[in-house]
């Protein structure tokens, strides 16, 4: 599996557990910058500090290793956790194919907004070396 699979697993899981970087960090008794390398699969991580997360986060050390069917899945039923989510995509299926890109389209652009609004108060702000 690759590192970069790994980490956006242990990403999820953190944001899960309602952790930003620097809490789990200090947790696990490495730098924010170290666990960012690791979220972003940029180094490697080693078999402890994978079993640290895991107990953390208080998920299976599996769930950092599973196939990509058993993500979706996974992926899957956090999406259906969600009762707001869930009643969006309830709504979304009952659209026409046209009209679901549409909405998709639109939340891709709210979302690069929502980002960008961020970004742009960070640096007015000095945390842009943050983001």
């Not at 924010?32 to 699969?41: F, H, T």
């Not at 009643?87 to 998709?104: G, Q, S, T």
């Amino acid at each position: 599996m690759a590192y970069r699979e790994m980490g956006r697993r242990i990403q999820l899981a953190r944001e899960q557990a309602g952790l930003s970087q620097a809490e789990l960090a200090a947790k696990l008794g490495c730098t924010q910058s170290a666990l960012s390398n690791y979220e972003l699969g940029k180094r490697r991580i080693h078999l402890g500090m994978l079993e640290q997360i895991a107990q953390l986060l208080k998920k299976p050390l599996c769930s950092f290793f599973e196939t990509s069917t058993d993500s979706y899945l996974q992926d899957q039923a956090l999406l259906l956790e969600d009762p707001r989510l869930r009643e969006i995509l309830l709504h979304a299926a009952e659209l026409p194919a046209e009209d679901k890109e549409r909405v998709l389209e639109f939340i891709k652009w709210r979302k690069s907004m929502i980002l960008s609004e961020m970004i742009t108060a960070a640096d007015v702000w000095g945390f842009s070396r943050f983001l």
